[in-house]
């Protein structure tokens, strides 16, 4: 519970990461509500995916701290961490679907890791989960059969196979066209009112932001510089802010004086 009265599954607090000598994450502070969506924005390079990498706790914090479901990440042990992940469910962007395993295998995976389920049992609850991302049928198929969107749709259902309390989606609709892209928008919102997860998005996709998010954090350069609604967003007084909704390049607004001065090192 935070101050405004709300409670929060996920809170990341002056959340510093390095690559190398390179600052990436400068002092992240964030909550995601129980039950929202929250969708991260940024351009290239803005440190997106280095945050995700926190919050999954493939990467433990240089600086600050990240807490999953009141946990801090950087307080667990091993075991403890693996018990945490038992209530994650991650849908990464390129679908990770094993090429030697069916569909329906593939979803079944972490049943097999994290539960001492029956085959039969676990073959039910992937028919299941099958039909809530309406690929009902086609768990026979092989990961190469699948086009983009069914295999999007086929890595959702098995980041919800252990009906997680929290679900991560790395740019879910990358490379789908603008109708199937649509359908995995509605998909998430439909799995968010469905099961309560708390969600977090991260994407480039304005269209799809703007469309499922319940709150909307924005990077740049490694920190977070506007955190709102989609109205707050879209109002957003920041010119970088701006830039990116309207896909305006950065050099066209550059200051030329800043620029002459970054270039002789005075600035």
Known sequence: MNGDGAAYSIEVGGLVAYYGARKVLK???????????MVVMGGSGSGKSTLLRHLLGLMLPAEGVVRLLGRDLTRLSAMEMAALRRHMGVAFQSGALFSSLSVAEN???????HSDLDARTMEIIARL???????????HLM???????????????????????????????????????????DLILRLRDAMGMTTVVVTHDLDSAFKIADRICVLDDGEVIALGSKDEIRAS????????????????TLDTDAYLRRLLGEG
């Open 27 to 37: 002092g992240i502070d964030l909550a995601v509500r129980d039950g929202e969506i």
């Open 107 to 113: 979803i079944m995976l972490p049943l097999r890791e």
């Open 129 to 139: 989960k099958l039909e809530v991302v309406s690929l009902a049928g086609f768990g």
């Open 237 to 252: 007084p920041s010119q970088r802010v701006q830039n990116l909704l309207n896909r305006r390049s950065e050099e066209a």
């Open 143 to 185: 990961p190469a059969e699948l086009s983009g969107g069914m295999t999007k749709r086929a890595a959702l259902a098995r980041a919800i196979v252990m009906d997680p309390k929290l679900l991560f989606c790395d740019e879910p609709s990358a490379g789908l066209d603008p109708v199937v892209s649509s359908s995995i928008d």
